[in-house]
């Protein structure tokens, strides 16, 4: 096989990072955890692999609501000498506008949709005005009409569409079924992956509405945060004995995806 058919065979690989909760303070600590250093250990590590294309960052960057904090992120990535492109949206901790304004150069993009030759991945806001998830009727609309038919879709969004047993919930999407309704109009969509629950998931999701011609399925993938993994047997927040986390995606020529969650 010549070289060019090894790279048409080759998958998309791009990283998904979130839940950094960072301070003002360069050394401060999230229940216990030095939550810098655990995204410098993550950024680091995605540094290391060669296959890894770009990162998407699914948002709650802050934990303090502080402009440093923003500041803090930005000066991880100079520091580490990231070059790949680094796309996000804001979680429910952040503010857009700051996220806009501290991501204004290289190597952060603003884009939300991210095209390859068998893919395309959306990255969709689901920020509203309290911890819980919102999918506005716009960003509902636009998933469908940018989806591009010929392509498998992955959607990133922060807060996860699906319940996952545990306090989170009660901060979780609220509108669930107008953006279940929207996704199964679109037969495309592969998977979702999302931020917001601290740890790393896979469940399905049977859609059989009238959109869902062929009674498929779709997988939510959850994100390992960089700060601190949840506890699900406690109500509230509480860090598990784990490292930090990431989750690597592959998106296939074929339309396959495969994904593995990595904790440092």
């Given at each position: 096989?010549?070289?060019s058919?090894?790279?048409n065979?080759?998958p998309v690989?791009?990283?998904?990072?979130?839940?950094?909760?960072?301070?003002?303070?360069?050394?401060?600590?999230?229940?216990g955890?030095?939550?810098?250093?655990?995204?410098?250990?993550?950024?680091?590590?995605?540094?290391?692999?060669?296959?890894?294309e770009?990162i998407?960052?699914?948002?709650?960057l802050?934990?303090?609501?502080?402009e440093?904090?923003?500041?803090?992120?930005?000066?991880?990535?100079?520091?580490?000498?990231i070059?790949?492109?680094?796309?996000?949206?804001?979680g429910?901790?952040?503010?857009?506008?700051?996220?806009?304004?501290?991501?204004?150069?290289?190597?952060?993009s603003?884009?939300?949709?991210i095209n390859?030759?068998?893919?395309?991945?959306?990255?969709?806001?689901?920020?509203?005005?309290?911890?819980?998830?919102?999918?506005?009727?716009q960003?509902l609309t636009?998933?469908q009409?940018?989806?591009?038919e010929?392509k498998q879709?992955?959607?990133?969004?922060?807060?996860?569409?699906?319940?996952?047993?545990?306090?989170?919930?009660?901060?979780?999407?609220?509108n669930?079924?107008k953006?279940?309704?929207s996704?199964?109009?679109?037969?495309?969509?592969?998977a979702?992956?999302?931020?917001?629950?601290?740890?790393?998931?896979?469940?399905?999701?049977?859609?059989?509405g009238?959109?869902?011609?062929?009674?498929?399925?779709?997988?939510?993938?959850?994100?390992?945060?960089?700060?601190i993994q949840?506890?699900?047997?406690?109500?509230?927040?509480?860090?598990?004995n784990?490292?930090?986390?990431?989750?690597?995606?592959?998106?296939?020529p074929?339309?396959?995806?495969s994904s593995?969650?990595v904790?440092?």
């Amino acid at each position: 096989m010549n070289n060019s058919a090894q790279l048409n065979n080759r998958p998309v690989t791009l990283a998904q990072i979130s839940d950094c909760h960072l301070f003002s303070d360069a050394n401060g600590l999230h229940h216990g955890h030095d939550v810098l250093a655990n995204l410098k250990n993550v950024l680091l590590s995605i540094k290391q692999n060669p296959y890894i294309e770009y990162i998407v960052f699914t948002g709650d960057l802050t934990q303090d609501h502080s402009e440093q904090s923003y500041q803090n992120f930005v000066n991880v990535i100079k520091e580490l000498a990231i070059e790949i492109p680094v796309y996000y949206l804001a979680g429910n901790h952040d503010e857009p506008e700051l996220l806009t304004h501290y991501f204004s150069e290289l190597p952060f993009s603003s884009d939300t949709t991210i095209n390859h030759n068998h893919w395309q991945v959306q990255l969709i806001s689901s920020k509203s005005d309290t911890p819980a998830g919102f999918v506005s009727e716009q960003a509902l609309t636009n998933l469908q009409q940018v989806a591009d038919e010929d392509k498998q879709q992955l959607i990133m969004m922060h807060h996860h569409p699906i319940d996952v047993g545990y306090f989170i919930d009660k901060h979780g999407l609220k509108n669930k079924s107008k953006f279940w309704q929207s996704i199964e109009q679109c037969d495309n969509i592969t998977a979702i992956a999302c931020g917001h629950v601290h740890g790393a998931m896979q469940l399905n999701k049977a859609l059989t509405g009238q959109g869902s011609r062929d009674n498929r399925s779709v997988t939510l993938y959850t994100c390992p945060a960089t700060s601190i993994q949840f506890d699900p047997e406690l109500e509230g927040v509480s860090a598990l004995n784990l490292g930090p986390g990431y989750r690597i995606f592959n998106l296939h020529p074929d339309g396959q995806l495969s994904s593995d969650a990595v904790y440092l």
